[in-house]
Nanobody, 115 residues
């Protein structure tokens, strides 16, 4: 599976962005997937998880109520709607399976939130 993230950018605090993850390969639709992020000087962390069929989601406490994960298996795509962004959300965002598949890491998409 190859994963390509897009949709990042520079936004002011309180703003919104929608990230997309385009997947190739036949296993996407049967995989639990997640959005991860890595801020400068910090370890990569998972921020949102979605089950293979999209019926179940989980969020890190830091983004709960602000971020929404979704997927469209017909399009082999996953999304992260990010609202009420905060400067501490600044990071490179990645998509990957849950648990992580090392070979799936893409280049990520940079999200920068200015105060």
């Amino acid at each position: 599976v190859q994963l390509v993230e897009s949709g990042g950018g520079l936004v002011q605090a309180g703003g919104s962005l929608r990230l997309s993850c385009a997947a190739s390969g036949s296993t996407f639709s049967i995989s639990t997937m997640g959005w991860y992020r890595q801020a400068p000087g910090k370890a990569r962390e998972v921020v949102a998880i979605i089950s293979s069929g999209g019926e179940s989601t989980n969020y890190a406490d830091s983004v709960k109520g602000r971020f929404t994960i979704s997927r469209d298996n017909a399009k082999n795509a996953m999304y992260l709607q990010m609202n009420s962004l905060k400067p501490e959300d600044t990071a490179v965002y990645y998509c990957n399976a849950v648990p992580v598949r090392l070979g799936y890491w893409g280049q990520g998409t940079q999200v920068t939130v200015s105060s």
